[in-house]
């Protein structure tokens, strides 16, 4: 229960933190009509999910290791 409880806590932080960056990270919307914005938003979009993916195993990780 309590690894469950820190990781969703895990989760959110992540997920607010990363949310308050996607402002400044997506490109201008006037770029789509040439196609740069969608190839833009798809290498964002995976590199964003690694780097998520990457700190909530380290995070989670690190907890468990001060918790246990």
């Known amino acids: ?3 469950a409880i820190i990781a969703g806590l895990t989760i959110w932080v992540c ?3 990363l949310d ?7 490109p201008a919307v ?5 196609g740069y914005a969608l190839a833009q938003i798809a290498v964002l979009a995976i590199v964003a999910t690694i780097i998520f993916g990457g700190a909530v ?5 690190t907890l468990t290791w001060i918790f246990e």
């Open 15 to 17: 997920y607010q933190e």
């Open 20 to 26: 308050s960056d996607l402002g400044f990270w997506l």
């Open 57 to 61: 195993s380290l995070a989670y990780q």
């Open 1 to 3: 229960m309590k690894r």
């Open 30 to 34: 006037g770029g789509m009509d040439q």
